[in-house]
């Protein structure tokens, strides 16, 4: 299968600092890559999608100033979680899909997530 | 819009006791439904998917899962589980181009 990697696995700031994301596909481009955020013990709630070459879509109630997508390539997309603070502590995970024949039908495949904590 | 609802926070299991973790649906149009499985610390693995034909779909670690669509319902079985099984597991639904995850159900395997 696909292979998504994501960087770094563990973060540790201090607040008021920001902190680089980043998500690959490794073994395919991927054109859309999708931003999601896990609290303890719940879903994934889809932030924002990135778009290769164009502005992010964020989801309702995300703020984009705060969290700056950035899909330079066709195999590498980046968060910024800028001006962190410890409400901001979160699992990010990252993922894309495999387009077939252009349709959406493809699973998605994950980085293995980054563990922000903000003291 | 299109929503998942797994209705169980948690199952438990004896190994070797067949499993079933239970996923309902909501979507406009053919249904493209997925299970993923999570393990501590770690992004979500791709068990299985239905997008059309057979409603029993087989995947990954020895999974599968029954499509209903009377019942709008797509669980996640295994005929006899192991301690290794024990994961976070989510149904998720794409429409259009965005994938819903459900809440998540955690399988707990006892020896």
């Known amino acids: 299968g696909a292979v998504v990697s994501q960087h770094p696995s563990w973060v540790i700031c201090k607040s008021g600092t920001s902190v680089k994301i980043e998500c690959r596909s490794l073994d395919f481009q991927a054109t859309t890559m999708f931003w999601y955020r896990q609290f303890p013990k719940q879903s994934l709630m889809l932030m924002a999608t990135s778009n290769e070459g164009s502005k992010a879509t964020y989801e309702q109630g995300v703020e984009k100033d705060k969290f700056l997508i950035n899909h330079a390539s066709l195999t590498l997309s980046t968060l910024t979680v800028t001006s962190a603070h410890p409400e901001d502590s979160s699992f990010y995970i990252c993922?894309?899909?495999?387009?077939?024949?252009?349709?959406?039908?493809?699973?998605?495949?994950f980085g293995e997530g980054s563990r922000l904590t903000v003291l | 819009a299109q929503s998942v609802a797994q209705p169980e926070d948690q199952v438990n299991v004896a190994e070797g006791n067949p499993l079933t973790v239970k996923c309902t649906y909501s979507?406009?149009?053919?249904?493209?439904l997925f299970w993923y499985v999570q393990y501590p610390n770690r992004g979500l693995q791709f068990l299985l998917k239905y997008i059309t034909g057979d409603n029993l779909v087989k995947g990954s670690y020895g999974f599968e899962a029954e499509f209903n669509k009377s019942q709008t319902s797509f669980h996640l079985k295994k005929p006899s589980a192991l301690v290794s099984d024990s994961a976070l597991y989510f149904c998720?639904?794409?429409?259009?181009?965005?994938?819903?995850f459900g809440a998540g159900t955690r399988l707990f395997v006892k020896a």
């Open positions: 998720a639904v794409t429409g259009g181009f965005k994938t819903i």
């Open positions: 979507v406009s149009g053919n249904p493209y």
């Open positions: 993922s894309a899909r495999l387009l077939a024949g252009g349709s959406n039908t493809g699973e998605l495949f």
